[in-house]
T-cell receptor
């Protein structure tokens, strides 16, 4: 149980284009989903928290207009990187938490490696 | 600023030995604590959660929590080369935006043959 999928696993895009990343909880309903980014040899940095049906809460310093998050259902959240630039190249990882499971456990998707050329 | 501190390592142990990983945290109000394992190039995998003071064992893993000292540890018995990874300590905190995990920078573990 507690399987989270993420798609695509790897994407290369040109500077100025937008990229959408999907995160799905496969065997449970995710009341809350989280989006992280991780630079090489660095720890996870929380970008935003989203609850199903409401606006995402962004961490300080994260541009909400650049990183659009939608959590339309209890099993799907999407992150869109708009007008991507090379500095947005990173490993993006989603996680999901569920009510009814042990409090505050988060289960991570396999991640999406974004390269902006 | 809520902080979670870990020694970055690398921590090298011989195969079959006990690996001891440590973590301290600053938020006294934290109630939930987690250990994640992350292999290079992969996403984190939850291996242990602990909520009460004392020890919690699961197979070769034992998590230890001391809230008075704000200290969490993970012991790995009979370490195997496949345990070589970065271990992330995570602590739950409640902010205006809801519950979220704060991660340490991770300790790299190397299990040598």
């Amino acid at each position: 149980g507690a399987v989270v999928s993420q798609h695509p696993s790897r994407v290369i895009c040109k500077s100025g284009t937008s990229v959408k990343i999907e995160c799905r909880s496969l065997d449970f309903q995710a009341t809350t989903m989280f989006w992280y980014r991780q630079f090489p040899k660095k720890s996870l940095m929380l970008m935003a928290t989203s609850n199903e049906g409401s606006k995402a809460t962004y961490e300080q310093g994260v541009e909400k207009d650049k990183f659009l998050i939608n959590h339309a259902s209890l099993t799907l959240s999407t992150l869109t990187v708009t007008s991507a630039h090379p500095e947005d190249s990173s490993f993006y990882i989603c996680s999901a938490g569920a009510s009814g499971r042990y409090p505050y456990e988060q289960y991570f998707g396999p991640g999406t490696r974004l390269t902006v050329t | 600023q809520k902080e979670v501190e870990q020694n970055s390592g690398p921590l090298s142990v011989p195969e079959g030995a006990i690996a001891s990983l440590n973590c301290t945290y600053s938020d006294r109000g934290s109630q939930s604590f987690f250990w994640y394992r992350q292999y290079s190039g992969k996403s984190p995998e939850l291996i242990m959660s602990i909520y009460s003071n004392g020890d919690k064992e699961d197979g070769r893993f034992t998590a230890q929590l001391n809230k008075a000292s704000q200290y969490v540890s993970l012991l790995i018995r009979d370490s195997q080369p496949s345990d070589s990874a970065t271990y992330l300590c995570a602590v739950n905190s409640f902010t205006g935006g809801g519950n979220k995990l704060t991660f340490g920078t991770g300790t790299q573990l190397k299990v040598e043959l």
